[in-house]
């Protein structure tokens, strides 16, 4: 079982960009799914998550009303669309499967994690 993350880059602040994760099992479509990153220097924190159909989503507050979570299950994939995106923004995004079927902001209720994809935002 494995997370495929990708879609990330070097863009100027205000830009856009959109990340995918490729699940290499349908088991995921009866999962909750988040999005994390770390920054240089810092832990790992929460971005955003998505419960198993799509129907509830989370943002944490520095991405809430720029960030999209979505989820297409009958292709194992989900994404994070990032609009207006800041130089604070910079960091590796990783992927990850939750145990549960709910939206999740701690990263212990994930099990299964991507490699990460890296986006750099330069002022």
């Known amino acids: 079982v494995q997370l495929q993350a990708s879609g990330g880059g070097l863009v100027q602040a205000g830009a856009s960009l959109k990340l995918s994760c490729a699940a290499s099992?349908?088991?995921?479509?009866?999962?909750?799914m988040g999005w994390f990153r770390r920054a240089p220097g810092k832990e790992r924190e929460f971005v955003s998550g998505i419960s198993w159909n799509g129907g509830y989503t989370n943002y944490a507050d520095s991405v809430r009303g720029r960030f999209t979570i979505s989820r297409n299950n009958a292709q194992n994939t989900v994404y994070l669309q990032m609009d207006s995106l800041k130089p604070e923004d910079t960091a590796v995004y990783y992927c990850?499967?939750?145990?549960?079927?709910?939206?999740?902001?701690?990263?212990?209720?994930?099990?299964?994690w991507g490699q990460g994809t890296l986006v750099t935002v330069s002022s």
């Open positions: 099992s349908r088991m995921f479509s009866n999962n909750g």
């Open positions: 990850a499967a939750a145990r549960g079927a709910a939206v999740y902001s701690n990263r212990r209720e994930y099990n299964y």
